[in-house]
């Protein structure tokens, strides 16, 4: 378990559900429109190139509604361009998976397991994510690290 700073984040945003697979489609759709509209380029004061995926708002737990955003960590929220919004997210403590493999399907693995530890992890349900670095498109041997908020402390 780690403690991770805070951060704000610029990007795109959407609310799903994982019911009947919608989150599939809605954020499937969000990736899609990430990087048919270049946004990581448009968006100001990137603290570098890494991409966020952010699970947040949820209204229970996984079962439930939450809203994800995708974009970049930023040093400052001015100047957030047209149809992307802005958060702040504030220091929390977080479980740290790797999906290693084929993306997505490395991914929804992990996410599974994740679930199924569900009362262990002490999940937290304040916002959890994903984190896409240089090693996150590698066909076979991409790597993506998840960031779960837990209750849990040090």
Same mark, same amino acid.
């Given at each position: 378990?780690? %403690?991770? $700073?805070?951060?704000?984040?610029?990007?795109?945003?959407?609310?799903?559900?994982? @019911?009947?697979?919608?989150? +599939?489609? #809605?954020?499937?759709?969000?990736w899609e429109q990430f990087y048919a509209n270049n946004v990581l380029a448009k968006i100001p004061n990137k603290i570098n190139? $890494?991409? &966020? +995926?952010? &699970?947040?708002?949820?209204? +229970?737990?996984?079962?439930? @509604?939450?809203?994800?955003?995708?974009? /970049? /960590?930023?040093?400052? =929220?001015?100047?957030?361009? #047209?149809?992307?919004?802005?958060?702040?997210?504030?220091?929390?403590?977080? @479980?740290? *998976?790797? /999906?290693?493999? %084929?993306?997505?399907? /490395?991914?929804?693995?992990?996410?599974?397991?994740?679930?199924?530890?569900?009362? $262990? =992890?002490?999940?937290?349900?304040?916002?959890?994510? @994903?984190?896409?670095?240089?090693?996150? %498109?590698?066909? #076979?041997?991409? $790597?993506? %690290?998840? *960031?779960?908020?837990?209750?849990?402390?040090?």
């Amino acid at each position: 378990m780690i %403690q991770f $700073e805070g951060f704000k984040i610029i990007g795109l945003t959407v609310r799903t559900t994982n @019911e009947n697979d919608q989150s +599939s489609k #809605d954020i499937g759709q969000l990736w899609e429109q990430f990087y048919a509209n270049n946004v990581l380029a448009k968006i100001p004061n990137k603290i570098n190139n $890494e991409v &966020y +995926s952010i &699970y947040t708002d949820y209204t +229970s737990d996984h079962t439930g @509604e939450y809203t994800t955003i995708i974009g /970049a /960590a930023v040093t400052s =929220l001015d100047n957030i361009p #047209d149809k992307l919004i802005g958060r702040i997210f504030q220091p929390d403590n977080f @479980e740290v *998976f790797t /999906a290693k493999g %084929q993306m997505p399907q /490395a991914i929804i693995n992990t996410w599974f397991n994740i679930w199924k530890q569900d009362n $262990e =992890l002490q999940r937290k349900y304040s916002y959890d994510f @994903e984190v896409y670095g240089d090693n996150s %498109q590698k066909d #076979d041997c991409s $790597e993506i %690290q998840i *960031f779960v908020a837990t209750n849990k402390m040090k």
